[in-house]
């Protein structure tokens, strides 16, 4: 794999002519998205967000990298899908409670509050899956040792924008962070409320730390590029609850007409969740399109990440530790 960052024709000469037209990666991967974000409620968290992200980039890796090899394309498949569940860790759903429920319809100042913190959240969601699925298209050689450092590295800078962020965290004293998007006394003074713990700072900060370093370090103008493009995807978050909280706030107008027959069937959480995913997936669909000059030659001569045993090695226990959190009660 050529080092863009040393090559400067690679934007030119990367990547032959991508056969698919500007729809086609645009329209199918917000198919993708929305169908995969919409049944991802089913598992939710880490494992449902990777669904989507999975879906998505299979279809974008199929249009648009039609000439790269098996392995390296799984490779970078992979890691949209990994990245993609990063932010299945952070809690949303009281957030989605300051733009609709009854107590709140008709604040306005909660409902602008929810929407901002849906947005940032969104945006951090989607921003590591564009720019790690940027990173296994970009042609940038990643050598093992390197994605190790920067994972703890991510792993500290975790822990800072928490500190940062997301802390104090006391409920049973009324001690909330600064900037807090979810349950809290500041909307409902008198309610009895169980805030929950946010963890978007962590994830900011780890996503700007992450960003910098591919962007300016290493070079990496797809990653950089397309976790942007992934930042505006989640714009989709606030776009779908704006349906879903338009209902919630305006139950009157969904009581005459068609809307008889069609409001026992609506499923709004299921609306948004599938608006979202569509938005995004469209997004990174048309952000890969407009930077495919900049996807790399992913083929079978490109040196490999990791031997085959160890790459093996490490599979074997990432697939269990998955299987247990998703499927046993084990805490820890």
């Known amino acids: ?44 968290h880490e494992t449902g967000a990777m669904i989507a992200g999975l ?26 899908t990994i990245a993609m569940g990063f932010g299945g860790s ?41 720019l790690f699925l ?17 994972m703890l590295g991510l792993l500290g800078l975790y822990s800072l924008g928490l500190w940062a962020w ?64 992934g930042i505006l995807g989640g714009l989709g978050f606030p776009l779908g609850q704006s349906l879903q909280a338009y209902h919630a706030w305006n139950p009157e107008l969904f009581k005459t007409g068609i809307w008889t027959q069609l409001g026992p069937a609506m499923n709004w959480w299921n609306w948004m969740e599938t608006t979202f995913g569509a938005f995004m997936g469209a997004c990174l669909g048309l952000g890969l399109w407009l930077n495919r000059r900049r996807i790399g030659p992913l083929g079978d001569s490109a040196e490999t990440l990791l031997r085959p045993g160890l790459e093996w090695l490490l599979l074997g226990v990432h697939l269990p530790l998955l299987v247990l959190t998703e499927f046993t009660s084990i805490r820890a």
Not at 26 to 34: D, E, Q, S
Not at 140 to 146: D, G, I, L, N, P
Not at 193 to 220: H, I, N, S
Request: positive net charge; proline residues 8%.
């Open 55 to 80: 879906l998505v980039s299979l279809v974008l890796v199929f249009l648009l990298c039609p000439h790269v090899s098996l392995l390296p394309a799984a490779r970078a498949v992979a890691f949209g």
């Open 166 to 229: 997301n802390r104090p965290f006391d409920p049973p004293n009324r001690i909330l962070p600064p900037v807090y998007f979810s349950a809290d006394w500041r909307w409902q003074p008198a309610a009895e409320l169980k805030p929950r713990p946010e963890c978007w700072g962590g994830l900011l900060f780890a996503l700007a730390g992450a960003w910098l370093w591919t962007g300016l370090v290493r070079r990496d103008r797809l990653a950089r590029n397309l976790a942007l493009w």
């Open 1 to 44: 794999m050529t080092d863009s960052a040393t090559d400067p024709s690679a934007d030119s000469a990367a990547a032959p002519s991508c056969p698919a037209p500007l729809w086609q990666p645009v329209l199918l991967a917000a198919l993708a998205g929305g169908m995969g974000w919409g049944i991802r409620g089913q598992y939710g």
């Open 134 to 150: 940027g990173m296994g298209l970009g042609g940038v050689r990643y050598r093992w040792r390197e994605i190790l450092l920067l």
């Open 90 to 130: 952070m809690t949303y759903g009281q957030t989605v409670g300051l733009t609709q429920d009854p107590a709140l319809i008709g604040n306005w100042e909660a409902l602008r509050w929810g929407m901002l913190g849906l947005a940032i959240k969104g945006g951090i969601w989607i921003g590591f899956a564009g």
